[in-house]
């Protein structure tokens, strides 16, 4: 079977496809499944650029999503048929997170084969059904950008109807935010440096939104568009270089929860305004299988449907991490075959 994998010493260019044994039959409590697209993510593109380092030969990407063809003895919550997406922590099923989904040592495309490939046999625990009536493309979107904004929204952030929620830039993360928070009554101010991505985002349902590059304290300005409250929830993509201004837009007693490291993985935090604000700022990496379950049925219920940019063959998985690196996607980037 085809997969991709890293090369050696590392790097976008020595990204390579090879050719690699079938993995047969399914065992006891596993699942063989048809791998048919996958979605692009920082994590991906970091280990792909050699920036997270890998063994040579590590197939990429922790998103897949497929059809089953064959379950092993014991395996009944899934069936031949059944349309499916991966887990991002297999070994993650409910409750509070443990040391061990800390390390990536399981997640697929790290510690682990990633789906960049055309059949995978795991437990079954490392899927579940993808919501009814999507492609392979937009349920793979799910695993690892769609399920953190809603742990960041819904299961840490306990959303309701009538609360604000601040989202910084327009990828997959944030516009899977903006989505939820419209579809359970909140209102949303979205963050970029594009006029034409914050069109798109008002397109979606953003009720106000900043050019950051124009309005370098735009944490003040999201105060005075809360008539100076601040808003309850902050999806915090970028790390340190944007934390002090999440600070100062949440409210008094407000939720920041703290998902991506794209200014850097480390900084200085303004800890006494962080006190005074008494808000709550938390760390988390995507979700369990459980609040994925949960997720997909909100899916079905509410109709969401993610925002892929654009979508590239198998062959092109370079090329669109290359895109990814660009910066010039909105929402998603899949690869499909």
């Known amino acids: 079977m085809r997969a991709f994998t890293v090369g050696t010493p590392g790097g976008l260019d020595q990204l390579e496809i090879r050719e690699l044994p079938d993995p047969g039959d399914p065992g006891p409590g596993q699942v063989r499944v048809a791998i ?19 063994e040579d030969g590590r197939v990429l990407m922790s998103d897949g999503a497929g059809v089953i063809e064959t379950v092993g003895d014991g395996v009944t919550e899934l069936r031949p048929g059944d349309h499916v997406v991966s887990t991002f922590f297999p070994q993650w099923t409910d409750g509070l997170p443990f040391p061990a989904v800390s ?15 055309t059949h995978a046999v795991r437990d079954a625990a490392a899927f579940t059904r993808a919501p009814r009536g999507w492609s392979h493309a937009e349920a793979a979107t799910i695993t690892t950008a769609g399920l953190t904004a809603w742990r960041a929204l819904v299961v840490d952030g306990s959303l309701k109807a009538g609360d604000t929620v601040l989202a ?35 397109a979606l349902g953003a009720d106000h939104t900043i050019n950051y590059r124009q309005e370098e304290n735009w944490g ?11 808003v309850d ?31 850097g993985m480390s900084g200085e935090v303004p800890t006494a305004t962080l006190m005074a604000k008494q808000a ?12 994925q ?14 925002v892929v940019d654009r979508t590239f063959d198998f062959e092109d998985l370079p090329d669109a991490f290359r895109f990814e690196q660009s910066g010039g996607h909105f929402g998603k980037i899949c690869v499909e075959w």
């Open 293 to 306: 379950l949960d997720y997909i049925a909100a899916l079905n219920a509410t109709g969401i449907r993610p």
């Open 36 to 54: 048919h697209a996958t979605s692009l993510n920082f994590h991906d593109f970091l280990v792909a650029s050699g920036q997270i380092p890998s």
């Open 168 to 202: 910084l830039g327009t990828g997959g993360v944030s516009i899977a935010a903006l989505q939820i928070a419209k579809a359970m009554g909140a209102s949303v101010i979205i963050t970029s440096s594009s006029d034409e991505k914050l069109e798109r985002a008002r």
């Open 220 to 230: 003040e300005r999201v105060l005075s568009l809360t008539g100076g409250r601040g």
């Open 103 to 117: 390390n990536f040592s399981a997640t697929p495309g790290d510690g682990i084969g990633g789906f960049a490939l």
């Open 233 to 263: 929830q902050v999806i915090e993509v970028g790390g340190p270089g944007t934390l002090s201004q999440s600070i100062q837009a949440v409210r008094v007693g407000g939720h920041i929860a703290l998902i991506g490291v794209l200014t």
């Open 280 to 291: 709550r700022l938390q760390g988390l990496i995507v979700g369990s299988r459980r609040n």
